[in-house]
């Protein structure tokens, strides 16, 4: 058995059956991709659109895409037809780019919202405290749905160290799907990584999404 097929059965037998595996596939080979599908990856997330085209044109159907890279305004054209769900959301305007290409493509993209864990100034994503606004802001856009909420957490020492902001954005998950909000349906709760992804489940994670303990370290590291 190739290693990547030995890395996502040992986790695949390590999480809780109702968590997900988004395989964080940057920088990854078509063949690398199909080998974790093989061993039981339903879900391949990807972070740059250029390099990710050819690779979905390849797989294909085989898999369910997760946009999780940072979305730009003039990449939403070519995100939206390709993926079945883009986990970086963080401003109204981003929102209306989705929505407005979606329905010309006639579906409504399901949606996470970003949040900014850690209210660090220069990173991507919405602060905890903006977050419940900005869903009622774009709950009403007719193609888009809000379906969760998707955090990194910053750069720490230790995975542990995570702990806090994972437990945060539980909180905060928790708070907004007991406001039933119309048209929103919070189902997952993304978060953790290689490193730190057994701490994101035991703070309530139900999406986890690993790159370097399926594929290997990547090269350019
Ligand atoms: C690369 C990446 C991951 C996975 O990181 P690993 O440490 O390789 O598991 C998860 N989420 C996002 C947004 C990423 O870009």
Redesign the pocket.
Known sequence: MGKIKEAVKTILKEIPDNVEIVA?A?SRTAEEILEAIEAGIRII?E?YIQESQPIIEKIGDRAIWHF??HLQKNKVKYVVPLYHMIETVDSRPLAEQISKHALKHGKVMPVLIEINSAREPQKFGVFPEKALDLIKDIKALPGLKVMGLMT?GPAVEHPDHLRPFFEETKALFDAIRNECIDGVEMKYLSMG???SYRVAIEAGANVI?????IFGQRPQQ
């Open positions: 964080a940057k997330g972070n999780i890279g990194m990584m290689s490193d999404r690993i790159g370097t303990k």
